[in-house]
């Protein structure tokens, strides 16, 4: 097991949980007096400050969970909720791009097509998944896996993870923008049930491009935005330390989202995020996904495409 990482603002957390490991390694030792009551009462209090902390996390704070380095990605969702998952590469154009994984499966015995932004665990596949930001050709391999899945009518998966699309010359340069742009209108024109769920940060038209589903899903911690806290409060007041404000401003968080109509349903995380309990969160995550799915089941095509176009037609009608 990996040594758990803290962010700054879960000092007080970590504090009792190096007590209480401390007293753990004690036990028994000595006199063979037991620590175990005093070790229960300094888990009790680290349990009560994490669920009062993780209650009231502002925008800022839920902006770096949804970046911790521990926190499941698409990859660790893959592996537990598809069976017989068999990945495709390449966009027949120019090459692989591995900040998109993505291939078909089965998704609760059904078959399913899954595409995922994948940010990597350690430096070697960090550097490998391009630390999740997608280029031209990872959406044109996103294109290529929906247009499969519609012409065999399986339903689109699409996990979202990325601080958003890769702004290398490079990648402007073998057309990023039409890509971003052609990913979007083929998930809007999809003639299949599509579920995206934004496990992570979900960043701009890197994000959007698979993202533009029939039911859009979001972790408690996640966050859904134009443009990162960082990158807004540059713009605004160029000053990236104001970052938190920008963060409150911009309403990024899947309560927010969800009362502005842009996503369909949040899904609890364990108490301290989805770090901490990566299991559960990814077993909350595959329900929230089949129930899902139960809702568009039995919507023909014509139903599956109008639906979706009027639910982003919808948003920002009653703001």
Same mark, same amino acid.
């Given at each position: 097991?990996?040594?758990?990482?803290?962010? %700054? &603002?879960?000092k007080p957390v970590a504090e009792l949980e190096a007590k209480a490991d401390e007293l753990r390694a004690l036990d028994g030792k000595g006199d063979g007096y037991s620590l175990a009551e005093e070790v229960g009462k300094l888990e009790a209090k680290a349990s009560q400050a994490l669920r009062d902390l993780?209650?009231?996390?502002?925008?800022?704070?839920?902006?770096?969970?949804?970046?911790?380095?521990?926190?499941?990605? &698409?990859? %660790? !969702? /893959?592996? $537990?909720?598809? %069976?017989? &998952?068999?990945? =495709?590469?390449?966009?027949?154009?120019?090459?692989? +791009?591995?900040?998109?994984?993505?291939?078909?499966?089965?998704?609760?015995?059904?078959?399913? /097509?899954? @595409?995922? #932004?994948?940010? *990597?665990?350690?430096?070697?596949?960090?550097?490998?998944?391009?630390?999740?930001?997608?280029?031209?050709?990872?959406?044109?391999?996103?294109?290529?896996?929906?247009?499969?899945?519609?012409?065999?009518?399986?339903?689109?998966?699409?996990?979202? +993870?990325? $601080?958003?699309?890769?702004?290398?010359?490079?990648?402007?340069?073998?057309?990023?923008?039409?890509? @971003?742009?052609?990913?979007?209108?083929? /998930?809007?024109?999809?003639?299949?049930?599509?579920?995206?769920?934004?496990?992570?940060?979900?960043?701009? *038209?890197?994000?959007?491009?698979?993202?533009?589903?029939?039911?859009?899903?979001? =972790?408690?911690?996640?966050? !859904?935005?134009? @443009?990162?806290?960082? *990158? $807004?409060?540059?713009? =605004?007041?160029? %000053?990236?330390?104001?970052? #938190?404000d920008a963060a409150t401003g911009m309403k990024i968080t899947a309560q927010d989202l969800l009362r502005f109509g842009v996503i369909d349903r949040i899904v609890t995380e364990p108490t301290g995020g989805a770090h901490r309990d990566p299991q559960a969160a990814i077993e909350r995550a595959g329900a929230?996904?089949?129930?899902?799915?139960? +809702?568009?089941?039995?919507?023909?095509?014509?139903?599956?495409? +109008?639906?979706?176009? #009027?639910? !982003?037609?919808?948003?920002?009608?009653?703001?």
């Amino acid at each position: 097991m990996s040594m758990r990482s803290y962010l %700054d &603002f879960e000092k007080p957390v970590a504090e009792l949980e190096a007590k209480a490991d401390e007293l753990r390694a004690l036990d028994g030792k000595g006199d063979g007096y037991s620590l175990a009551e005093e070790v229960g009462k300094l888990e009790a209090k680290a349990s009560q400050a994490l669920r009062d902390l993780y209650g009231t996390l502002t925008p800022w704070q839920k902006t770096l969970v949804a970046r911790h380095p521990q926190r499941p990605h &698409f990859l %660790d !969702y /893959c592996a $537990a909720l598809i %069976d017989e &998952f068999t990945p =495709l590469a390449g966009d027949r154009t120019f090459g692989e +791009d591995e900040a998109i994984v993505g291939g078909f499966g089965r998704f609760r015995g059904e078959p399913v /097509c899954v @595409i995922g #932004q994948e940010k *990597g665990n350690s430096t070697e596949t960090r550097i490998k998944h391009n630390f999740g930001m997608p280029k031209p050709e990872g959406y044109r391999k996103a294109v290529r896996l929906m247009e499969l899945a519609d012409r065999f009518g399986l339903p689109v998966l699409s996990f979202i +993870d990325t $601080a958003g699309a890769y702004p290398g010359i490079e990648a402007e340069e073998r057309g990023q923008a039409e890509a @971003i742009a052609r990913s979007t209108e083929t /998930c809007l024109g999809l003639r299949t049930p599509s579920v995206a769920l934004v496990i992570g940060e979900g960043g701009s *038209g890197g994000a959007i491009a698979i993202a533009a589903a029939s039911k859009v899903l979001m =972790l408690e911690h996640a966050i !859904y935005s134009v @443009i990162s806290p960082e *990158g $807004a409060a540059s713009i =605004l007041w160029r %000053d990236t330390a104001r970052a #938190q404000d920008a963060a409150t401003g911009m309403k990024i968080t899947a309560q927010d989202l969800l009362r502005f109509g842009v996503i369909d349903r949040i899904v609890t995380e364990p108490t301290g995020g989805a770090h901490r309990d990566p299991q559960a969160a990814i077993e909350r995550a595959g329900a929230a996904i089949e129930a899902a799915l139960s +809702d568009l089941a039995g919507l023909s095509a014509d139903e599956i495409v +109008d639906r979706r176009a #009027q639910k !982003y037609l919808a948003i920002g009608r009653t703001l």
